[in-house]
């Protein structure tokens, strides 16, 4: 499908979370009236935006937050794409049989039907983000899901940092690249850390999109959630959700610790003028590339 004006507003949504879902997503569903009731016609959110982020610890009782996608797919996200008549990229924790478990993002057409789905490929393991405990590594790959807006390029947190991820979503067509992500900073590291730690996280996406020539869209979350089993301070997470157009120049950053409701104009026929002065696919030496699929040379 093609891209229906040359602007396409998107809606960002940058909340905090609770432990109720119920009150998580009609906190959600608020902010998405409030997006569409401006003009937007795609809408993102952060990371696993139902629940805390449950990954700070390793528990099994967490594995009952899980839902099936396919029931999700005339539910509460469904319903509420179509009623705002939206593109909507949710971030679910999908149940995909018993013992199988997956981070998913699941995008919304406007008329509710599913549009497409992206299981998180790189997964994290590091002190409070335990996500190999909970998460199987994605097997659908790196495809753009096509939408009434676009072809999404979208991706999930530790996804952001992989450079191949966002070439291939490119290679494939993706007119934007989009990152639902929860990251923050641990309570004992120190203010110059915290800033390195941040700096280096939009670099890098912002890095992309100028490798790639598209604009680049980053939903996280903002706000304390204290680690359940109290052996570290928990997770501040640092909001400074961000769009970048294909120069990687910022289109709009929302601030580090409050939520925020944005609606951000992206000129997507842009791409093609910056293809065409920084010809960076065309340069590319494909016949130099092979070793790039191996874990490390000597």
């Known amino acids: ?33 409030k997006l569409a009731a401006g003009g937007a016609k795609l809408i993102v959110n952060q990371e696993l935006h139902d629940s805390l982020y449950f990954c700070q610890t390793e528990n099994t009782g967490e594995f009952d937050l899980a839902v099936d996608i396919e029931e999700e797919s005339t539910g509460f996200y469904s319903k509420l794409a179509k009623e705002l008549g939206v593109v909507l990229v949710t971030s679910l924790f999908e149940k995909r049989a018993p013992g199988l478990y997956h981070n998913t993002a699941v995008v919304f057409e406007a008329d509710g039907s599913v549009a497409g789905k992206y299981r998180k490929m790189h997964i994290p393991d590091d002190p409070a983000y335990y996500e190999k405990f909970y998460f199987t590594p994605g097997d659908i790959g790196f495809e753009p899901i096509n ?8 991706l999930i947190c530790w996804d952001q940092w992989y450079p191949e991820a966002a070439r291939l979503m490119a290679l494939k067509g ?28 939009i670099t890098v996406q912002r890095g992309h999109a100028v490798a790639n020539g598209i604009p680049v869209v980053t939903v996280n979350r903002v706000g304390l959630e204290p680690d359940p089993s109290g052996a570290t301070g928990g997770i501040l997470f640092w909001g400074t959700s961000f769009v970048a157009g294909p120069q990687g120049e910022f289109l709009y950053k929302a601030p580090e610790n409050e939520e925020a409701v944005e609606i951000v104009n992206i000129d997507m026929k842009r791409s093609e003028n910056v293809r065409r002065w920084w010809p960076f696919l065309r340069d590319r030496r494909i016949d130099a590339y092979s070793e790039i699929t191996k874990r490390f040379i000597d």
């Open 174 to 201: 993706a007119e934007i690249l989009i990152y639902p992500t929860a990251i923050g900073w641990e309570s004992t590291d120190t203010p110059e850390e915290k800033e390195r730690q941040r700096e280096a996280w």
């Open 147 to 154: 939408t009434s807006v676009g072809k999404l390029g979208v």
């Open 1 to 33: 499908m093609s891209i229906k004006s040359d602007f396409l507003p998107v809606g960002i949504i940058q909340q905090s979370k609770t432990d109720n879902i119920l009150q998580n997503r009609t906190k959600l569903a608020d902010a998405a009236r």
